[in-house]
Structures are given as C-alpha cells and as structure tokens.
C-alpha cells in the first residue's frame, strides 16, 4: 500500500475498571516483630542458586588467613593490658636515653640537678673519646666550649676566645645575628665594666683532668700534628691556654713542652745546656694555621723558656720576619713581652726596615714596639726616631706632616703626591659648589685615613711626657694643622679617635688639652655639625672646667639658631643649657660646678628637673618669681625704651625655653648707640606718636562689627 494512503487506527484506552479488576490491590504485609528498632530493615531473601551471599560480597577467607589475624589481634591486647599496668612505673627519661646523661642511682627520684651537675656529668660521659673529639669536625667546636666555661682566663679574653670557639666565616655570620643580651644585667650604653665570674672548684679539677688525658692519650709526635691540622689546632690552643692558667706548663713532658720540642724540660733540668733549632718551630712562624698556636706559646710560656725561645728563633732574624706576611703578627707578640735590653736591641736591629714596614702596611711590629717602650718607659727616643724613619721625615722642616702622613700610612712622599690632585684653580671651585660648599672643599682629604695609623697616633700619645711631645706640640704635633684640617680630622671615623685617647691619656699634660679644647672656640658649631664630630665635640666639653665651658658656651651664642636647625648639633646645644647660661650665668656655673664633681650626674639629662633651676620646670612659679625680682634684673636696649615710653602696663609673657637675644654688656651697649643712633630714634618717634587713648579704637572696633 502506497504511504500516502496509509492512516493511523483511533486509539482504544483501557477503563480504569477493567485494570482493577485484573490486578486486585495487594494489602501490605506487617514485619515480624524481632526486638530491633524500628528503622532496621532486613534485606530480602536472594536465591542461593545466582552465587551471591550478601554477607560476603568478596567472597570467603581462608581458614589459615583467619587463624592469623585472630592471633595477632590477641597479641596487641596482651600488650595494651601490659602498657596500662607499666605506665605508673615508667622512666619520663625513656625517650631522651643517650642525649642526656644517665641518672645516677638516688633514693630521692625525680631531683632536679644543678647546673654544675649537668656540665660535670656531660664531661664526665665526653671524657673517654676526648682525644678523638678534639679532631672532630662535628664535635671540636663543643669541645672548645666546654674548655671556655672550665678555664676563666679563655673566657675573659674576650674576641680571642670567641674567635678560637667560631671560624671567621660563623662568626661571619653570627655578626649579622646582633649580640645576645642578659636579661639579668642592663646593658644599656657601651664599655661597662666586665663582671667577674666565679667557677666552682670542680671546674678547675675537671679542666686537669681533661689536660692529663691528653697528656697520657698521645705521644710527642701526636701533640704536635695537631698544631697543623685545621681542627684540632683552635682546642690544643685552649688547653695551652689552660695548662698555663693551672701552673701545669712547667711540668715535665707538658703539652706546651712537647709543642716547644722540649725547650722547658731542657730548661729545667740543664740550664747550660745548647739547644738547637727546630725546623718544626720555624714551620709554625710561617704557617697561617700554626702561627696562632705560636702566638699563644710566645705568650704564655715560662720566662726562661720564652728568653730562650727569643734567642734561637727571634734574635738576628728581626727585619726577615717582621716583613713576612704571618710571621709578622707572631714577632709583634714577642714583643709585647721582652724585657728592656731586649727592646733596644730590637729597635737597633730593625733600623733599616721600618721604611719597608709601612710600605707594605705591616705596622704590627711598630705598633707593639711603641706599646712596649710606652709601659717599660724605656727605649722611647729609639721608638720616636723609628717613627721618623718609617716615614722618611728625617729633616725638621718636613715633620709638621708627621700627624697627616701617620695618619694615612704614607711616606711623606707619597702623602705629598696625593694631594696634587686636589689642588684646582679658584675658578674651578666656585663653578662645582653644592650646598655652599666647593666640590673639592667637599673631599675630606681625611677619607684615605688608615685604622692602623690611628692606633699608632695613638701609641704614640701614650708614651711619657719627653716623648709624646711628637704629636702633642709644634711643629709636628695635631694644633700645627690649620683648624679646617683638625675638623676633618674629626669628622673622619679613624682620626677622631685620636682626639679620644689625646683627651683621656694620663701622659699627655693638661695644658696641651686645654690648647686643643680652646683651639676649636669659634668653630664648635661646624664640628658638632657631624656624627662623629659631635661626639669629639662632647668629649671636649666633658674634659673642659668651668671657666672654659662658659668660654665655648658664649662663644655659640651667635650660632645658637644653627644648632637648633643641626640634626647633631641639637644634641650638643642640649648639654650647653644656653638659655640658663643667657637668664641666670650665676646658677648655670654652680649648676656645671656640681656636674664636673658629681660625675655620676652627667648620665642625667641635662633638662631633667633635678638638674635645673625648680622655677624653670613650673612656667606659672618662674613669671611669679621674674615680676618680684624684675627690679634686680638688668634689661636690655628695648626693653628700656618701652617701658621709659609706655611704663609697665604691659604684660610680659615667659617664653619657656626658647633662645632669647644675648645680654649685651655696657660697652656694647654704648656702641650700639653710636652705630645707630637714627634708627633709635625712629622707633621712639613711633612711641610718642602713637595715641595713648584707647577707648576710640574700642568704638571704632565696635562699629565695625
């Protein structure tokens, strides 16, 4: 039959009657009652015969599989009822066995032990593999530790002991970190005294016993290859150190004689005895490893040992040492300890080579032959031509470079030499102003300034009086500089300190410190004018008396509104107390008088109440006071003409602490009269034209509002 003729039949629907009555409605059956809530529901029944159970949906164990974890179950029961029985017994120290020392057997348990106890016990458990750890890279360091809390001379020395405990990369790193501060002690400002600490007396035996042991552990030949290896030589360093504390290093066989090759038994036992060199010894004065345990022999050995030492490796060999590269540092350690005679003949023997010292800026040697002539006071004409020659400063002209050139670390050649550059023509210097300051004026020619040198400016400021005049009076000496150079000098990091030790050193007179302190009246602003130069400037004040105090006190009355705007300056305006010195010059002197005896007072604030005037702190009390003393106080030029003009109807406000003009005295007073006597005159013009009725303006302001 074609599509098109093909149609669709009417659909018959069933009748909701006939569809009942061929599924009649089931009733819903009730569940069984069997005692379980209500919400539980059990699943229907499924046909053994499909092979699915569905209380194993993965199938059956094995009975072999079941066996074994019925056992294991069973054990970790066993074993949780025996941990509930063991837990009131158990040791709270079980989990830390083998860190912390075993508690030794005590009725009492539970004791906390001291301190001391601890660092005892700890040695006690390091002391069986002493002799290994102190090779140990991992381990040498605290061995160097536990040394440095045993032996109080290595722990006082300060930077030497932290250095020998930390390479100088950790304490590289540690720099970086900031110190440790006590919460015990304040530590607030610098050079506080250093608080000695006691140590038990089982320290001590302990720090014996940990010598001997090294001592019977290894040989000659052992103690001395330690002294090269890179580990090991920073802890034989300590125990030299604390072998000589204990008065052990005159001993036979001692670390230190085994170290010397027998130079102290050979001293002890045959006094007459030729001793020859040792190439070992003349290994550790080239060896930058060994060269440090070298300079701790030189200084602790025993004085006859160290004369003999001298001798055989010092004597006739000065002037190749001292210009070795590491021997150097090891002579200079020598010479901080020679005797007198000694000195001198060093002095002569080295004659030739100070110029070649300076040259290569090894100055150790120079710098601990002046220290040592300076505490003998001895051989000091012999250190001062050593200076002279150093620098090639023989003739007299030539010497008023001395404090620039020593300064510097250059010959005077060279010094010389290096400021030719600076040198430019005057019209080049006003075309490269900044800041009204030229840009070669700008260049402090103290910038090249060596650390070394300033200590020996310093060294040299501290020999007796004869001597020390090189640096303390003309033509060489720091007040020959023109007072622009002294204030660069003080701006610079190196070369104010020098002003330091010249102003605390109990050698230099007091006549040459009142010359420096009064040689910068006039420039005080322009040193203060600086970070460094204020703390110069506050160094001068504080040695200064009462008489020269007020000097550089009037002085900065012109310059008081410059200190004001300095970022330094204000800090040293501060101690001043202008506007005291200004009102009341009476009190500020026995208020400075008070100060110079009562040093402890100078760690207030010189603002602080108890310090200054108890009118200054009530504003109220000080303008009560200033009207019933008014009479007594002299006034100044204005002043009298307006009161002369207008009488004392108007009210004078107190200002407090701000800076005020300065008293004239008479004669200034005169001649600020006859300067200008037209402008004076204008103003009391003004006055007297001015009308002396008030009440008009009073109606005029009223109309006007």
Not at 157 to 178: D, I, L, M, N, Y
Not at 607 to 628: C, G, H, M
């Amino acid at each position: 039959m074609p599509r098109e003729n093909r149609k669709r039949g009417k659909k018959i629907s069933k009748r909701v009657d006939e569809v009942s009555e061929s599924h009649p409605p089931q009733e819903p059956q009730a569940p069984e009652p069997t005692g379980e809530p209500s919400w539980i529901r059990s699943a229907p029944l499924h046909d053994p015969e499909d092979g699915f159970n569905p209380e194993a949906p993965f199938g059956y164990v094995d009975a072999d599989v079941k066996a074994y974890f019925r056992t294991v179950d069973v054990q970790m029961r066993d074993w949780q009822v025996q941990e509930e029985d063991l837990d009131q017994d158990k040791d709270p120290n079980e989990g830390t066995r083998g860190i912390f020392p075993n508690v030794s057997a005590s009725p009492d348990k539970g004791e906390l032990r001291t301190l001391k106890q601890l660092v005892l016990d700890v040695a006690e458990e390091l002391t069986p593999s002493f002799s290994s750890l102190i090779m140990d890279p991992f381990a040498s360091h605290v061995v160097r530790a536990l040394l440095m809390l045993l032996s109080p001379s290595v722990s006082s020395s300060g930077p030497t002991g932290q250095g020998v405990v930390r390479s100088k990369k950790s304490a590289a790193w540690k720099a970086k970190q900031g110190p440790m501060r006590s919460v015990f002690i304040d530590e607030k400002g610098k050079g506080k005294e250093v608080v000695s600490q006691s140590r038990p007396s089982e320290f001590k035996d302990l720090a014996r016993r940990l010598v001997n042991i090294l001592r019977t552990e290894l040989g000659g030949n052992e103690v001395r290859a330690l002294a090269a290896n890179k580990v090991a030589s920073p802890g034989l360093q300590m125990l030299l150190e604390v072998e000589a504390d204990y008065s052990m290093t005159n001993n036979p066989d001692s670390l230190m004689d085994r170290v010397m090759v027998g130079i102290i038994s050979t001293c002890a036992n045959h006094p007459d005895a030729i001793i020859e060199p040792s190439d070992y010894l003349n290994t550790l004065l080239r060896d930058p490893t060994s060269s440090h345990l070298l300079e701790t022999i030189v200084t602790r050995s025993p004085d006859k040992a160290f004369v003999v030492l001298w001798d055989i490796y010092f004597k006739g060999k000065l002037p190749r040492l001292a210009n070795h590269p590491v021997a150097n540092f090891v002579v200079a350690k020598a010479l901080e300890r020679i005797p007198p005679e000694q000195l001198s003949e060093a002095c002569e023997e080295l004659k030739d080579t100070w110029n070649k010292l300076i040259s290569t800026s090894k100055t150790g040697v120079l710098r601990a032959a002046i220290d040592r002539s300076a505490v003998l006071q001895s051989s000091e004409r012999l250190v001062c031509e050593a200076v002279y020659s150093a620098f090639d400063l023989t003739a007299a002209e030539d010497r008023s470079n001395l404090v620039p050139c020593v300064l510097h670390l250059l010959s005077l050649q060279e010094y010389k030499t290096s400021l030719k550059p600076q040198e430019a023509p005057a019209s080049e210097h006003t075309s490269h102003k900044r800041h009204g300051r030229s840009e070669a004026g700008a260049q402090n020619s103290f910038n090249g300034s060596k650390i070394q040198g300033s200590i020996l400016l310093q060294s040299l400021l501290r020999l007796s009086v004869p001597h020390n005049d090189i640096v303390i009076t003309k033509p060489s000496s720091v007040m020959a500089l023109p007072i622009k150079e002294r204030i660069k000098m003080a701006h610079d990091a190196s070369g104010s300190r020098v002003y330091d030790v010249f102003l605390e050193s109990s050698t230099v007179p007091l006549k040459a410190k009142r010359e420096l302190v009064m040689g910068f009246i006039g420039h005080y602003h322009v040193l203060v004018d600086n970070r460094l130069g204020s703390r110069v400037g506050d160094r001068c004040w504080a040695s200064a008396d009462t008489y020269l105090k007020e000097k550089i006190a009037r002085s900065l009355f012109i310059h008081e509104q410059f200190l004001a705007g300095s970022y330094y300056g204000k800090f040293f305006a501060r101690n001043l107390n202008l506007y005291l010195l200004q009102r009341r010059p009476n009190e500020w002197k026995t208020m400075q008088a008070d100060r110079k005896r009562a040093p402890d007072a100078t760690e207030k604030s010189p603002s602080a109440p108890s310090l200054t005037n108890p009118e200054s702190a009530n504003p109220v009390a000080a303008q009560k006071s200033a009207k019933r003393k008014r009479h007594v106080q002299s006034e100044d030029e204005i002043d009298a003409v307006f009161n002369a003009s207008l009488g004392k109807r108007i009210k004078k406000a107190t200002l407090g602490h701000v800076a005020s003009t300065p008293l004239l005295s008479e004669p200034e007073k005169m001649d600020v009269k006859n300067e200008a006597p037209d402008s004076l005159r204008a103003v009391l013009g003004a006055i007297k034209s001015a009308p002396k009725d008030e009440k008009g303006n009073k109606k005029q302001k009223k109309a006007l509002g």
